[in-house]
């Protein structure tokens, strides 16, 4: 039976994407086979490697949360450890990882190009029948924009950010070292750039040379019928915007359901309490009762006990990903018995105790309404 991805990595399922970068690294600077030489090594970095492959893809880790390993498949991508596409920086940051920032490789790494947004999460709470029935709703965010002004190169119109003269736009910069090992270059982040490899001399007003701006704006969106606490939502592309005209990230939406002082949930069943008389609980009746549907008149039959659960067929919560099937509505039957009665319905009970050949005892009339419920 394959590993669970989360324990693979150490990390729990609520994990950011931040923790499992930082887990992943950890685990590849001790299992990589350029580094640990121990049987078994090598097929436990192929264990991690996928297990990062599917937990930073939020596509994937939706898939595998629902699905497991079926809903990702169960091949190890690339041959020989090289694909780290997904990694930012490649092979070259897993490099850095295990030997401190040194390389003997004599490459180098634009990083001028663009990236990807970062993915926001806003917490949304329904109230239970918006829950149920799901609709649209409208939410207020906050993200990262691409500047309209300068088209997120930060830099005033008509002008043009230039290479760093620093790096020449490699975005680092390098110092050979001579180690017992042999001959090291150093590669450090330019401090001139900071990375980008590009300058901006003239900045953009707007956005003060970031290429970006924070804004806040209204959406609207579609709130499936059956969602319940934890459904995680995707609206695509309304994370921050990425840098240097990258795609933008996603917005997650995790829902949280406020609790209803008349109905509660399991799973898609719906549960909820009555009250009846004795009178009605013996005799039997017809009786209005409140759904997530609007009242409907229910029948409760005769001689019904007290804690006797009804069932309303069709009346509970819709499945998820299939609205047009319910669950059922599970009502629970309380009895109340009076602990005082008038003169009138004394007299008439004792005659019902004499009638079914009863007496009302030490008791009185309350021990023998007790006793018809027994």
Same mark, same amino acid.
């Given at each position: 039976m394959a590993?669970d991805y989360?324990?693979?990595?150490?990390?729990? *399922?609520t994990a950011?994407?931040d923790?499992i970068?930082?887990?992943?690294?950890?685990?590849? *600077?001790?299992?990589?086979?350029?580094?640990?030489?121990?049987e078994g @090594?090598e097929d436990? +970095?192929?264990e991690? $490697?996928?297990?990062?492959?599917?937990?930073s893809d939020?596509?994937k880790?939706?898939?595998y949360d *629902? +699905?497991?390993?079926?809903?990702v498949?169960s091949?190890?991508?690339?041959?020989?450890?090289?694909? +780290?596409s997904?990694?930012?920086?490649?092979f070259?940051?897993?490099?850095?990882?295990?030997?401190?920032?040194f390389?003997n490789?004599?490459?180098?790494? *634009?990083r001028?190009?663009p990236?990807? /947004?970062?993915?926001?999460?806003?917490?949304l709470?329904?109230?239970?029948r918006?829950?149920?029935f799901?609709g649209?709703?409208?939410?207020?965010i906050s993200h990262?924009?691409?500047? /309209?002004?300068c088209g997120g190169?930060? @830099?005033?119109?008509?002008?043009?950010?230039?290479? &760093?003269?620093?790096c020449n736009g490699?975005?680092?910069?390098r110092?050979?070292t001579r180690?017992p +090992?042999g001959?090291?270059t150093?590669?450090?982040?330019c401090?001139t750039? $900071?990375?980008?490899?590009q300058?901006?001399e003239d900045?953009?007003?707007t &956005?003060?040379?970031?290429g970006?701006?924070q804004?806040?704006?209204?959406?609207?969106?579609?709130?499936?019928?059956g969602?319940?606490?934890?459904?995680?939502?995707?609206v695509q592309?309304?994370?921050?915007a990425?840098?240097?005209?990258?795609?933008? =990230?996603d917005?997650?939406?995790y829902l949280?359901?406020?609790?209803?002082?008349?109905?509660?949930r399991d799973?898609?069943n719906?549960?909820s309490?009555?009250?009846?008389?004795y009178?009605?609980?013996?005799l039997g009746?017809?009786?209005p009762?409140?759904?997530v549907?609007?009242?409907?008149?229910?029948?409760?039959?005769?001689?019904?006990?007290?804690?006797?659960?009804?069932t309303?067929?069709e009346?509970?919560?819709?499945?998820? /990903?299939?609205?047009?099937?319910?669950?059922?509505h599970?009502?629970?039957v309380?009895?109340?018995?009076p602990t005082k009665v008038?003169?009138?319905?004394?007299?008439?009970?004792?005659?019902?105790?004499k009638?079914r050949?009863e007496r @009302?005892?030490?008791g009185?009339?309350?021990?023998?309404l =007790?006793?018809l419920?027994k």
């Amino acid at each position: 039976m394959a590993a669970d991805y989360y324990d693979l990595l150490g990390v729990s *399922r609520t994990a950011d994407k931040d923790e499992i970068k930082r887990a992943f690294r950890r685990l590849a *600077r001790k299992y990589h086979p350029d580094v640990n030489k121990e049987e078994g @090594a090598e097929d436990r +970095f192929k264990e991690i $490697n996928r297990a990062y492959e599917v937990l930073s893809d939020p596509e994937k880790r939706g898939r595998y949360d *629902r +699905f497991g390993e079926a809903g990702v498949g169960s091949g190890v991508p690339g041959a020989g450890f090289s694909d +780290f596409s997904d990694i930012p920086g490649g092979f070259a940051d897993i490099f850095e990882t295990f030997f401190g920032g040194f390389s003997n490789t004599g490459q180098t790494r *634009r990083r001028s190009g663009p990236t990807r /947004g970062d993915d926001l999460r806003l917490d949304l709470k329904l109230d239970f029948r918006e829950a149920v029935f799901g609709g649209e709703k409208e939410i207020r965010i906050s993200h990262l924009e691409t500047c /309209g002004t300068c088209g997120g190169t930060g @830099a005033k119109p008509g002008t043009r950010p230039k290479t &760093c003269g620093t790096c020449n736009g490699s975005g680092q910069v390098r110092r050979a070292t001579r180690t017992p +090992f042999g001959s090291f270059t150093q590669v450090s982040v330019c401090p001139t750039c $900071n990375g980008t490899g590009q300058v901006i001399e003239d900045q953009c007003s707007t &956005c003060s040379g970031k290429g970006q701006l924070q804004v806040a704006k209204k959406l609207k969106i579609t709130i499936p019928a059956g969602v319940d606490n934890g459904t995680r939502l995707r609206v695509q592309s309304e994370g921050d915007a990425g840098k240097r005209n990258g795609p933008p =990230g996603d917005l997650y939406v995790y829902l949280f359901v406020n609790d209803d002082s008349e109905f509660q949930r399991d799973g898609i069943n719906i549960l909820s309490d009555i009250k009846i008389s004795y009178l009605q609980a013996i005799l039997g009746c017809k009786i209005p009762v409140n759904t997530v549907d609007g009242e409907v008149e229910v029948t409760i039959p005769a001689g019904t006990q007290p804690g006797r659960v009804i069932t309303l067929e069709e009346r509970g919560v819709p499945r998820l /990903g299939n609205p047009v099937s319910r669950g059922d509505h599970l009502l629970t039957v309380h009895v109340d018995i009076p602990t005082k009665v008038n003169a009138e319905e004394r007299e008439l009970l004792e005659k019902l105790a004499k009638i079914r050949g009863e007496r @009302a005892g030490k008791g009185g009339v309350e021990g023998f309404l =007790g006793g018809l419920f027994k």
